[in-house]
């Protein structure tokens, strides 16, 4: 049986945030990985993204959405530990 995760495990999202209700594999079904910001269609929509720039990407979108840096850092630390980015 497959885990499902709580947060995308590729930018750390809450896929109880994800308004598309998470990713989608080739088939259609949706992932229980990913968010639909990460992963359409059973491929990644940023496939050649590092973790490092992943970090980046998402302080980028957090800061467009005025959250404060502090919170920013909090949310992102953990992404490098995340599951695509220790396969």
């Known amino acids: 049986m497959d885990t499902i995760y709580k947060n995308c495990q590729s930018c750390g999202m809450p896929k109880n945030k994800d308004s598309k209700g998470g990713g989608t594999e080739a088939d259609g079904t949706k992932s229980t990985m990913y968010c639909s910001h990460c992963y359409r269609d059973g491929s990644f929509t940023q496939p050649k993204i590092t973790a490092d720039e ?30 695509r980015w220790n396969r």
């Not at 404060?68 to 992404?79: C, E, K, L, Q, S």
């Open 54 to 83: 992943m970090v980046v990407f998402v302080n980028g979108k957090l800061s467009e959405m005025k959250i404060p840096v502090f919170m920013a850092w909090f949310f992102t630390r953990g992404i490098r530990k995340l599951e």
